[in-house]
């Protein structure tokens, strides 16, 4: 670096001092800033400390020119509003952990950071240590053999009160955020080192844990991580229960012993580590730096910066991602939910301002006839989000990038699926903005009565009197076709959907339907929603699916112009790298996806994507997008990340020539 790093420091609590400490002793980082919401709190951390400038709000200081990047120090439920200001602001940041309150808020973050172009990481500062790195060195080098075992804590008993951050529910107190992710942060990484990676996470998460009955906070935890590669780790924490806060690592042949793994000594202070070998003496191991902790997180910080990288290799955005996984995973194990994330009373953006459309949204919309409003062409799969803040994370992004159509199911996780999206509308007072497309009458309750009770069940879980779309989730042959007609026609009648479809039906069935419907003077169906996508599905994922990507589908598709909503439209993952001839670790998507036919379509997808420079997937989705009838591709996201990529298909622009020869009807294009 041919200048420092100027550092500007946003908030001025205690942890803020202490990194202000470390960036004056950091070879590579200055105090430019500091802002408070206060002036007078500005000017006396800057006297103490030092600071060159003062502001009196934390705008101010995100707006100071001469500050590059900012360390946030605010409690935990502020971190995201002020990593979104700050990256919008052009700011590189290091935040404090956690970097949110879950999962849901740390992908929000990873997301702004990575459209603004600025480096983000999470200050966990004993990464930066090289007693870290040693530990590190010792596992890979096989000192202990296998690793099999890890327990790690950091524990401590503070005095309760209810208005201190430890113990606040407001300000996500209690341990798991303030000093669980520790200990969890240390066990993914030693698994990791194990296997050979940078991290690894669990695969499962198991907990106990006692929770104040007045704030709700945890008081004291432990829980167990089971990891792929056979590792289990033992990790607890507390605000309310002092415990030893050491960290051991067992292998098959003897143990690592770190009695301070969390806050490593600098200033040429040695850190002491035990390595015991069985049938050996105890060997320990002195590690010592001249340098500040902090000084050493602030230096590892400039370093990535300088050197051009989207990550710090100590602690990478998905390192991160995988913690806030995990955490999330044992707060649900011990029931601790925050005020703040439950359902009714997540009225809030995670940005803080309100749900709006983006000027550069790059979302294209279709009709269907009898939906007022123009659909957008990707349809939001609402089948994975389980909580209400990854809902809304997802949902507010989806609509800000032009999103407004959701499909859901009544089978899907037990009806959860329904009553957050439901309650997010409200929430939001968005519902007549959005088309909800509801499906019901699954089998074995595909029934005219059965659909009509779920449909019932469902407007209530939605808080909604209609649905602007109705799919059947499968057909009944032992049904007549006149009698589910009928049905849907009387809950057209009374309101409670505009437009009825069949999802995994037959085309001969759907247009049986049309032409029961025509004679009676009735609506028929007017929208199909089987898999449609370049790859061929070879075997069906679940029983009952119907595919419409046959030549003779596609015909009578062309023919009737019925607007088809394609579900799997880009093959559960087959064009994305998980997939390959010699990858088969997925069973179902080798299963359902592999043929020859398929990876040939395969090929020329990749081919043309890195013509037009754009992914295998944007490829596949615009092909879907590329008929000559009416299509919209229901997407699944499961990440914010996972949505943005999936809008790449709305640039790409194929010609006849191309889709045909991508799905192998022609040698040449």
């Not at 609509?399 to 037990?414: H, I, K, L, P, S």
């Not at 009737?560 to 394609?566: I, S």
Request: glycine share 10%; net charge neutral.
């Amino acid at each position: 670096m041919t200048s420092p790093l100027n550092w500007g420091i946003l908030s001025t609590g205690r942890i803020a001092g202490i990194f202000a400490t470390g960036v004056a002793r950091s070879k590579l980082g200055r105090l430019a800033a500091v802002g408070s919401r206060t002036q007078e709190a500005a000017d006396k951390f800057a006297t103490e400390f030092k600071v060159e400038r003062a502001h009196g709000s934390y705008e101010a200081l995100l707006a100071d020119p001469g500050v590059e990047a900012v360390y946030i120090a605010t409690p935990h439920p502020m971190h995201l509003h002020w990593i979104i200001r700050a990256a919008e602001a052009g700011k590189h940041i290091l935040c404090e952990k956690p970097l949110g309150l879950n999962h849901a808020e740390a992908t929000v973050a990873a997301q702004v950071c990575r459209e603004h172009n600025v480096l983000l990481m999470e200050a966990f500062m004993y990464r930066c240590h090289p007693q870290t790195a040693k530990i590190v060195e010792l596992v890979k080098s096989g000192a202990i053999g296998d690793v099999k075992l890890i327990q790690a804590t950091f524990s401590y008993a503070a005095g309760f009160d209810a208005n201190k951050r430890h113990w606040n529910n407001a300000l996500g107190g209690g341990g798991i955020l303030d000093v669980g992710c520790y200990p969890v942060s240390f066990s993914r990484l030693i698994a990791g080192a194990a296997a050979g990676q940078p991290f690894l996470d669990p695969s499962a998460v198991s907990g106990a844990g006692h929770l104040h009955p007045e704030t709700g906070v945890d008081v004291y935890t432990a829980a167990t991580l089971k990891f792929p590669n056979a590792v289990i780790a033992q990790v607890s924490c507390g605000v309310g229960l002092g415990q030893d806060g050491s960290a051991r690592v067992y292998g098959s042949a003897g143990s690592i012993v770190i009695p301070s793994p969390w806050i490593p000594a600098g200033d040429d202070v040695p850190c002491k580590i035990t390595v015991n070998r069985y049938g050996a003496e105890p060997e320990e191991i002195t590690v010592q730096t001249p340098e500040n902790l902090y000084g050493l997180e602030a230096d590892a910080f400039a370093k990535a910066l300088a050197a051009g990288l989207r990550d710090v290799p100590e602690m990478s955005v998905a390192d991160t991602l995988g913690n806030m996984t995990a955490l999330d995973a044992w707060r649900a194990a011990i029931g601790l939910v925050y005020e703040a994330e439950k359902p009714a009373a997540f009225t809030h953006t995670h940005s803080g301002r309100p749900l709006t459309r983006r000027a550069d949204a790059p979302m294209t919309y279709g009709t269907i006839m009898g939906i007022p409003q123009p659909v957008s062409r990707l349809v939001f799969g609402c089948d994975n989000q389980t909580t209400m803040p990854h809902g809304a994370a997802v949902w507010d992004d989806y609509v800000q990038r032009g999103g407004n159509a959701f499909d859901t199911a009544f089978v899907y996780w037990d009806g959860l699926m329904e009553r957050l999206l439901g309650q997010w509308m409200k929430n939001r007072g968005n519902r007549g903005e959005m088309v909800v497309i509801g499906k019901g009458a699954h089998t074995p309750f595909c029934t005219p009565e059965g659909l009509t009770s779920q449909l019932l069940i469902t407007l209530d879980r939605l808080q909604t009197s209609y649905v602007d779309i109705y799919m059947m989730h499968r057909d009944n042959l032992d049904v007549p076709i006149g009698e589910f007609v009928d049905v849907l026609n009387e809950h057209v009648t009374a309101g409670r959907m505009k437009v009825f479809g069949g999802s995994n039906w037959t085309i001969a069935r759907l247009a049986a339907a049309n032409r029961y419907a025509k004679r009676k003077g009735l609506q028929g169906f007017g929208v199909l929603s089987n898999n449609f996508s370049l790859a061929r599905m070879v075997q069906a994922p679940w029983a009952g699916c119907e595919a419409a990507s046959d030549p003779e589908s596609r015909k009578w598709l062309k023919k009737t112009q019925m607007p088809l909503l394609a579900w799997s439209s880009q093959a559960r993952g087959f064009f994305t790298p998980r997939a390959g001839r010699d990858k088969l670790a997925d069973t179902e998507l080798v299963r359902c996806w592999y043929s020859d036919d398929n990876f040939q379509r395969r090929d020329r997808a990749i081919e043309l994507a890195k013509e037009k420079g754009v992914s295998p997937i944007n490829i596949a989705a615009s092909y879907v997008l590329t008929q000559a009838f009416p299509t919209f591709a229901l997407i699944g996201p499961r990440q914010i990340s996972e949505t943005a990529d999936s809008m790449g298909c709305l640039s790409v622009t194929l010609t006849p020539k191309e889709v045909a020869w991508l799905n192998l009807e022609r040698d040449k294009r």
